[in-house]
């Protein structure tokens, strides 16, 4: 009689806890899954994100003669058509990586672009460490350097140092032998000048 009492109450208790228990395998069960999940699951940034120029995408798949890439974000770009063994340019570059270092903030606002006229890759780093310049350079003969938007290779029968500046839009806004000279009044014209198209 015992077993015959003892097995409806046994029932009867297993019914009540089963739920209890089944709703709590669930949601153990649930915060494994969401554990597991959890490394994978990728954390979208708000910010505003602005999509690269034809110009720019240029610049990343450039096989560059130098470890430095450009700032892709940068708002202008001068291309220095330049060589070690030139008189000229020799005397210009020390401007150009003083300009970078402060004024230009290291290719944050504006990025410089070395097209080095050397007789091989390796030339290329060379120049650049011989006045400490911290931008990037590529190698006149590159054949990657014919897709930068803004840059014409004809430039460079003009004779060298040549400076080409152009927004991050590939608009030249200025270019020739002496177009460093001035290059924050170009610059600030061409803000000028979209400031006031905004309005």
Known sequence: ??????????????????????????????????QDSAPATKIVP?????????????FEGTNWATDKKPNLRAKYYIYLISASWCGPCQRLMPGIVEAYKNDMKEGKLVEVILT????????????????NAGF???HV????GARFVGFDKNDMKKGIPFVVICDNNGKVLDKGHGAFSSWKETI??????????KK
């Open 188 to 197: 600030k014209k061409d803000l000028e000048a979209k400031k006031a198209a």
């Open 46 to 58: 708000t910010g505003k994100t602005t999509a690269l120029t034809a110009m720019q995408q240029a």
């Open 116 to 131: 080095a006229c050397e007789q091989t890759m390796d030339g290329v780093p060379a120049y650049l460490a011989k006045y």
């Open 141 to 144: 003969s590159a054949p990657d």
């Open 1 to 34: 009689r015992a077993k015959r009492t003892c097995y409806p109450a046994v029932m009867n208790m297993f019914t009540r806890i089963f739920p209890v228990l089944s709703a709590a395998a669930a949601l153990l069960s649930g915060i494994a899954v969401a």
């Open 136 to 138: 990037p350079g590529i």
